[in-house]
């Protein structure tokens, strides 16, 4: 499995980025494909989940309200629409996919695949 982000850039606060996520290879609807960011200095932040199917929806509470994950069939995406941006959003972003795994590892643990980031900056 190979995946690739984009979407990322600058943005003022309050305002909305669309990041994606393409992914290659073969998957499975029992997959798990996360957003993760990363600032300088601070470790790993799980951000949002969705199972490849586009069930079961997972958004980390700091997220909540203004991010929305989800999956298109049509072309084997998956989205991060964010909106409402704050500058403590700035982060490099990075899409990632679990394998369907017993017992389901806890979140945001056990991603196998993982694409490179895309970087996003909320300027104040």
């Known amino acids: 499995v190979q995946l690739q982000a984009s979407g990322g850039g600058l943005v003022q606060t309050g305002g909305s980025l669309r990041l994606s996520c393409a992914a290659s290879?073969?998957?499975?609807?029992?997959?798990?494909l996360a957003w993760f960011r990363r600032t300088p200095g601070k470790e790993r932040e799980f951000v949002a989940a969705?199972?490849?199917?586009?069930?079961?929806?997972d958004l980390a509470d700091s997220v909540k309200g203004r991010f929305t994950i989800s999956r298109a069939n049509t072309n084997n995406t998956a989205a991060l629409q964010m909106n409402s941006l704050k500058p403590e959003d700035t982060a490099v972003y990075y899409c990632a996919v679990r394998r369907a795994k017993w017992p389901s590892p806890p979140r945001g643990e056990g991603y196998d695949y993982w694409g490179q980031g895309t970087e996003v900056t909320v300027s104040s």
């Open positions: 969705i199972a490849w199917s586009g069930a079961t929806p």
């Open positions: 290879g073969r998957l499975f609807s029992n997959y798990r």
